[in-house]
């Protein structure tokens, strides 16, 4: 089947500690995205990539980092520079930055 | 900082009844706009996509841009208590030739039978 895959679905970090959030598309989209979104708020932008070896920064890319090595895949890391990482972190891609995003199914980020 | 905004509700509406959501924008050189819905602890989904000024519908829903007023809207006919969830409007931002989609906080609504 045809999709966004975020992996894993809960993940848990100690303190001081960098994890990786994976998201991987099948569906041979240019343009990925990763949001935060927070209880009962709206989805802000860390980072999002046009093609592949290229991303930008978004509202709050402080304390993340992306690669974009392949166009399939946009892997996020959470740094321990990330003061308040807890929340729910969901990946989108689309054909092109013009056209309809579509998400993964989230990750939730809980700090232990 | 570009923006768009949506009422956060919660917009109450009866069975049957036309639910009317409404987003503002700011960045006037925007094309793209986007309602998607999410369920509580869900990912969004998408409900529709407009370009072009005027309107543009798709079964139970309807979306209304007007670029000179920079306003968007979504018009879900029939409501059903299915439809509670939040409606997250989202706009492409062409500044500074990067394309980027930036999303509202979402309006909250109820459909109560």
């Known amino acids: 089947d045809g999709g966004i895959t975020q992996s894993p679905k809960y993940l848990f970090r100690k303190e001081g500690q960098n994890v990786t959030l994976s998201c991987e598309q099948n569906?041979?989209?240019?343009?990925m995205y990763w949001y935060r979104q927070d209880p009962g708020q709206g989805l802000r932008l860390i980072y999002y990539?046009?093609?592949?070896?290229?991303?930008q920064k978004g509202d709050i890319a402080e304390g993340y980092s992306v690669s974009r090595e392949k166009k399939e895949s946009f892997p996020l890391t959470v740094t321990s520079a990330q003061k308040n990482p807890t929340a729910f972190y969901l990946c989108?891609?689309?054909?092109?930055?013009?056209?309809?995003?579509?998400f993964g199914q989230g990750t939730r980020l809980t700090v232990v | 900082q570009k923006e768009v905004e949506q009422n956060s509700g919660p917009l109450s509406v009866p069975e049957g009844a036309i639910a009317s959501l409404n987003c503002t924008y700011s960045d006037r050189g925007s094309q793209s706009f986007f309602w998607y819905r999410q369920y509580s602890g869900k990912s969004p989904e998408l409900i529709m996509f407009?370009?072009?000024?005027g309107d543009k519908e798709d079964g139970r829903f309807t979306a209304q841009l007007n670029k000179a007023s920079q306003y968007v809207s979504l018009l879900i006919r029939d409501s059903q208590p299915s439809d509670s969830a939040t409606y997250l409007c989202a706009v492409n931002d062409g500044a500074g030739g990067y394309n980027k989609l930036i999303f509202g906080a979402g309006t909250r609504l109820a459909v109560h039978p």
């Open positions: 407009i370009y072009s000024n």
């Open positions: 989108a891609s689309s054909i092109t930055v013009n056209t309809e995003a579509f």
């Open positions: 569906l041979n989209h240019d343009a």
């Open positions: 990539s046009q093609i592949v070896n290229d991303f």
